[in-house]
Structure formats: C-alpha cells, structure tokens
C-alpha cells in the first residue's frame, strides 16, 4: 500500500505566480496546456497593444505628497488593468513615461489592448488558485498532473 | 525611395506606432476579440479539447455583436439623429 502523498502548492502561491507570469500558475498545478494557452494569449495581447500605442500607453499614476493617491489612480485608471498583466505590466510601466507618447486614437487602442489583457489575467489567476484549492481529479483537466505539482514528500 | 518605404524604416517598434496602422482601424478589434474569446473559454471549459470550437463560437458571437451595435448606432445617428 502506497502512502506517498504528493507536495501540492498552496493556492496562493499559486495565485501570485500566475499574476507574476500569465499561465505560470496553471504550469504549477499540472494544467500545461490551459496554462500554455492562457499565458501566450495575454503575453501576445499585451505585446500587441504596446506595439500599436507605443510602450507609452502604459502609464502608471505619480503620487505626489499633497494630492489623494486614490485621485492619482483614477487619473491614470487604465493603469489598473495593465498592473493586472504582472511584471510585463510593471516593466513597461517603468520603461513606458520615459518614451514619447502617441497621440488620439491609435494610442487609445493600445490601452485598450494592454488593459484587457490584464484584467483577463485577473481572471486566470482567481481561476488558477481556485483549481489549486481543487483535488486533482476534481480539477476536471485532460492534462491535469498532479506529480508536476512538487517534490513527492514520503 | 517611396515615402511609405521611408516611413517604414523610420518606425521603431514598441516606440512609435506603426505607421498607416489607423487606415486598418475596422480590422484592429478583431485580435482582441479573439483573444478574449480564447482566454475566456479556456477559463470556463472543463476540457481543453472543447476550446478551440467554444472560442470560435465566442469570437463570431462578440463580432456578430459589434456588427450590429455599430448598425443600430449608424441608423441612429443617421436617421433619427441627423
């Protein structure tokens, strides 16, 4: 009789990589193929609205002493859902306010583009710590495997 | 050298937008909508099997939508509007 029980990551951790990384999260839990599928369709979207818009249209808020940060976020909201895209989001926003900016509509698309892809990374990553709170055959996945989940712990 | 050729070797990429990217402006919600459609039903699908006929159901869903939004709104303003 095997007692082998196998190291599953927490759905935290699990959370915080998949924002980090898009699909990284569901690498961890098995899922390679949504995994796959995920990351590389919101890493693409997010490439492509910086090269339609520029890497200016990612623009974080300034905070300045004096000012309300909330109206400092809300001045800048579209900042919300590119952050969401993890450290593609946070890297092009440090790159992005040294770089000229583009104008009207075509910088409007990029935004757009950038945001989405975010805020669709917001939903993989609740979705990706949910399905690590799940037993792995409930998990419901034609890839799921648990042994890529972690060192096997005796 | 054409002016277009001109423009295009001038572009730096990731910097400045592509140039002439707004004459294609129709064409530009297309990869977003279909990125959308696959990230969505990746989510909601049990089986990655199911994905790729679910998105392409999702994408000519969101573009039929759009299609008839921008209708509505043409009539509108052309009609009741103008």
């Known amino acids: 009789m095997s007692s082998r029980r196998r190291f599953r990551v927490p759905a935290p951790i699990v959370a915080l990589v998949n924002w980090l990384v898009p699909g990284a999260g569901y690498l961890l839990i098995g899922q390679t193929a949504r995994g796959l599928t995920i990351g590389l369709t919101i890493v693409v979207l997010f490439v492509a609205g910086i090269l339609i818009g520029g890497v200016h249209v990612v623009d974080p808020p300034t905070f300045v002493r004096g000012t309300s940060p909330v109206a400092s976020v809300l001045v800048k909201a579209p900042y919300i859902g590119q952050f969401l895209a993890g450290a593609l989001g946070i890297f092009a926003g440090w790159i992005g306010p040294t770089q000229p900016a583009s104008h009207a509509r075509v910088s409007d698309i990029g935004t757009l583009y950038t945001a989405v892809a975010g805020m669709l990374n917001l939903m993989a990553t609740i979705d990706a710590g949910y399905r690590a709170t799940l037993a792995p055959a409930d998990a419901n996945d034609d890839d799921a495997q648990p042994t890529h989940n972690g060192p096997e712990a005796a | ?82």
């Open chain 2, 1 to 82: 050298m054409s002016a277009p050729l001109l423009l295009l070797l001038a572009w730096k990429p990731f910097i400045d937008p592509p140039p002439h990217v707004w004459d294609y402006w129709y064409l530009l919600p297309l990869p977003l909508c279909l990125g959308v459609s696959i990230v969505y039903k990746s989510i909601k699908c049990p089986s990655m099997k199911q994905v790729p006929r679910e998105a392409a159901v999702a994408f000519l869903s969101i573009i039929s939508g759009l299609l008839v939004a921008a209708a509505v709104l043409f009539g509108l303003v052309r009609f009741a509007v103008g």
